[in-house]
């Protein structure tokens, strides 16, 4: 078996959501370059809505491919349905992680996470 | 394009070593320690592998144990000089912190069961220094283990110079020599080798064999207990067609090893001068005093397994030394050994190039790494931190 899902290697090798959103109205990164893995997710939200998000991710191909089936499955969604999105969620709609890549999909997770408390702290200043 | 650019990983076997193992399989099944003619047969062309291996590093047949490889023969040989320096009271050893895992797990454990470990630095350029090794030696020091030339950077110590010190001093000099032997000359008697490990796999042999030289006068520890096969020092029956393979592989690597090396240094020059145009990057060990198919580079900002795979749809294979591609947490510790912190070292990449690669296909893999660098450097947050001066460069 490969490394990797075909999923995986897609969603690394064709990244959906890639770049940056000038204007965020949320913005998180979370991990830290010691450890390989720094993930970096900017939202617009309008009326409580996703309507865009961009990542930038350094790290490996499963950091990379999870970042990117995160964004998908968070765009269009409210933000009370995001908050909701698990690392489990992201791993299996990317056909499972191998056990010691599972970590990329919580960075994902908590990225969203972070991207999404950004946003309601600005919005409650 | 294909190129294989993995080659301190493993090799593909050459013709003359498949040819030789397979008419082995075919012809001579006997097993060497049968006394009927079929075994008598296997029984020469044992002896007769043994003979043109010690020839070839100027050992005698009888200082050839034939193992299954780089990792057992490190095994051995640190096991054999450890328990014959406890018997003499002696329980300390040196080596150097960027050796193979097979010789640092094994410092570990003998270090648990009493043994104290010096492990020297390797500095910036990847090499050690002799003085800090002869001041490091004590009167209870009973082995200094140092690689020949390390397997990530490719850096070549002063083997020959190790030796007179550790003779000097009286010391057991072992050498893993896993990526030396079949590429550098090697003369045991000549630069003072007590012990020598090797491996099939990186000269173009097979795999899961390989073999340890071990000077007359030091008696071996075995690994393995059993029947009689190699003087009663290694049991097990004999692994035949794949040592008569490793035999035709190395007789073939040291005859055409001036030549290659001529040619796969140019080339590695030529590759690293490529990829030095790629900004804050770096060349991983010294530029000269390494293996001639051997370029490791650091790019700043971006992570090695990307670039590996990204590299490999691009037809090249590759190694790196980040953590992501080992499954550990810490990237190499050869990379941290020189002196590289852990964001750089997770963006490393080993190209360790063959033979028979030619100038087109090098300037193939310079234009796919940069293009595979630049497109990685596009979505890292951490290169707009570089880029935007928030994050000060480590690569100048």
Known sequence: MALYSDKVMDHFLQPRNLGVIEDADGVGEVGNAKCGDIMKMYLKIDDDIITDVKFETFGCASAIASSSMATELIKGQRVEDAMKLTNKAVAEALDGLPAYKMHCSVLAEEAIQAALEDYQSKKSN | MQIYADNAATTKMSEAAVEAMTDCMRNVYGNPSSLYRLGQKAKEKLEEAREEIAAVINASPREIIFTSGGSESDNQALLTAALNGRKNGKTHIISSAFEHHAILHTLNKLEKNGFEITLLPVHENGIIRLDELESAIREDTCLVTVMTANNEIGTIQPIAEIGEICKKHGVVFHTDAVQAVGHLPIDVKAQNIDMLSASAHKFHGPKGTGFLYVRKGIIPQNLIEGGAQERGKRAGTENLPGIVSMTAALKEA???????????????????????????????????????????????????????????????????????????????????????????????????VGEDITKEE???????????VEYLRSFSPVWRDLTEGKKEFILK
């Open chain 2, 254 to 352: 040291v005859a055409g090893m001036e030549q290659n090396n001529a040619h796969m240094s140019q080339i590695r020059d030529y590759i690293i001068s490529g990829l030095s145009e790629i900004p804050h990057s770096a060349l991983n060990g010294d530029p000269k005093q390494r293996l001639a198919g051997n370029v490791n580079f650091s790019f700043e900002g971006i992570e090695g397994e990307g670039i590996l795979l990204l590299l490999d749809q691009m037809g090249i294979s590759a190694s790196s030394g980040s953590a992501c591609t080992s499954g550990a947490l810490d990237p190499s510790h050869v990379l941290l050994a020189i002196g590289r912190i852990h964001d750089v070292a997770h963006g490393s990449l080993r190209l360790s």
């Open chain 2, 362 to 372: 090098a300037d193939y893999i310079i234009a796919s790494v940069k293009k595979v």
